[in-house]
């Protein structure tokens, strides 16, 4: 997506903590998603958010600033099953459609 | 398992060809989405259905049409088919609205 933009790739050990942050920019604003894509797979939604803040669910937080068009998303006691893409993206309309960034394909070693 | 379905799961085909692809939602579902993911160009939006009705675009190409049937599934039509066309196409599911969006697990298209 060429207003979203997201890190290539991030390398960490596993049990380790990775923050992927993701800054957009947009005129309309009706929230933010975080999705996780094994290669060849479907997307699978992990977060949303439409408030400032911080989300937690589990392992995963994510987070939201829209005054600087920043969120991010933390994946804590990284896994080997964590190793996937991660794909920040937004909605600016009521209907839902969504802007999706490049992902951030994430390499979780031993 | 999202519960949203999607066949074929691959298809292979001929440049000037015309396919299908189907899509039915997860149970209650109204809204349909379509997107096409291939490797240059990430996840992009083609088109968006609610209940039958046609509701967002985005960069959906003329030689591709969609449409929602009254049983809620939804088929997308892709014609004259372009090497460019290869790509894996996704359908994703919704109660409407900003609602969370559930994926099905894609057709893989090849076009040779």
């Known amino acids: 997506g060429q207003n979203i933009d997201q890190p290539t790739e991030m390398t960490a050990t596993e049990g380790a903590i990775v923050q992927i942050n993701c800054t957009y920019q947009?005129?309309?604003?009706?929230?933010l998603f975080w999705y996780q894509q094994h290669a060849g797979e479907a997307p699978t939604f992990l977060s949303y958010?439409?408030?400032?803040g911080l989300e937690e669910k589990g392992r995963f937080s994510s987070f939201l600033s829209r005054s600087k068009g920043y969120s991010y998303l933390l994946l804590k006691e990284l896994q080997m099953k964590d190793s996937a893409s991660y794909l920040c993206?937004?909605?600016?309309?009521?209907?839902?459609?969504?802007?999706f960034g490049a992902g951030t394909q994430v390499v979780v070693t031993p | 398992d999202s519960g949203v379905t999607q066949t074929p799961k691959h298809l292979i085909t001929a440049t000037g060809q015309r396919v299908t692809l189907r899509c039915s939602p997860r149970?209650?579902?109204?809204?349909v989405y379509w997107y096409q993911q291939s490797l240059d160009q990430g996840l992009q939006f083609l088109i968006q259905?609610?209940?039958?009705?046609?509701?967002a675009k985005g960069n959906i190409l003329e030689r591709f049409s969609a449409q929602q049937f009254p049983d809620l599934h939804s088929e997308l039509n892709l014609s004259s088919l372009e090497l460019g066309d290869s790509a894996l196409y996704f359908c994703?599911?919704?109660?409407?609205?900003?609602?969370?969006?559930?994926f099905g697990p894609g057709t893989r298209l090849l076009v040779l």
């Open positions: 994703a599911s919704s109660t409407g609205g900003r609602e969370t969006q559930y």
């Open positions: 947009t005129s309309g604003f009706n929230g």
């Open positions: 958010n439409v408030l400032d």
């Open positions: 993206a937004y909605t600016t309309d009521s209907w839902g459609k969504l802007q």
């Open positions: 149970s209650g579902d109204l809204s």
């Open positions: 259905y609610y209940n039958g009705e046609e509701r």
